[in-house]
């Protein structure tokens, strides 16, 4: 015999435990919606107590890659909710299996709230000076959802940690 459920009861979803992912480098929105094959809407976080760091060595992009360490920095960027079999599609794109990132929980700060979402993280410690193409692509991301100093974001904006 079927449970009644009170017609206020909200119906269970995946949405409901969907993980939230931050974004803080060259993944933009709209490259995340090409990577897991749907539209994400993102909306502006930061992560207090972050720093991003530009580590190891992309072919793609000719430079170092976004990163977050620990430190007396905040760190903009954006999050959007995604699927455990999305964050599986961009561990690929992410060189999990090859050991270029991993994934990490970190605290961010949504409107008012403090959340948890899914970061990827370099594994490399060696710095490396990110290459032109690749900071334009990060204060994209970034300028999607924030301001900078006086306007958009720029690559100016972005220290070189």
């Known amino acids: 015999m079927p449970v009644p459920v009170p017609a206020s009861a909200a119906p269970f979803t995946s949405e409901l435990i969907m993980p939230l992912l931050f974004s803080y480098g060259s993944n933009h929105p709209k ?23 530009f580590r190891g060595w992309s072919q793609r992009w000719e430079g170092g890659v976004a990163s977050l360490e620990a430190g007396a920095c905040t760190t903009f960027g954006y999050v959007a909710k995604v699927t455990e079999d999305e964050l599986r599609i961009l561990d690929q794109y992410e060189g999990i299996a090859s050991g270029n990132y991993r994934r990490s929980t970190v605290k961010v700060t949504v409107g008012a709230e403090e959340k948890s979402a899914i970061a ?42």
């Open 120 to 161: 990827y993280i370099a594994t490399s410690r060696k710095k490396s000076k990110p290459s032109e193409a690749y900071l334009e692509a990060v204060a994209l991301t970034i300028g999607t959802f924030w301001s900078g100093e006086g306007g958009p974001v720029r690559v100016r904006d972005i220290p070189i940690r």
């Open 31 to 53: 490259q995340l919606s090409e990577r897991i094959g749907r539209r994400v809407k993102g909306a502006p976080a930061f992560a207090p107590g972050m720093c991003r760091v």
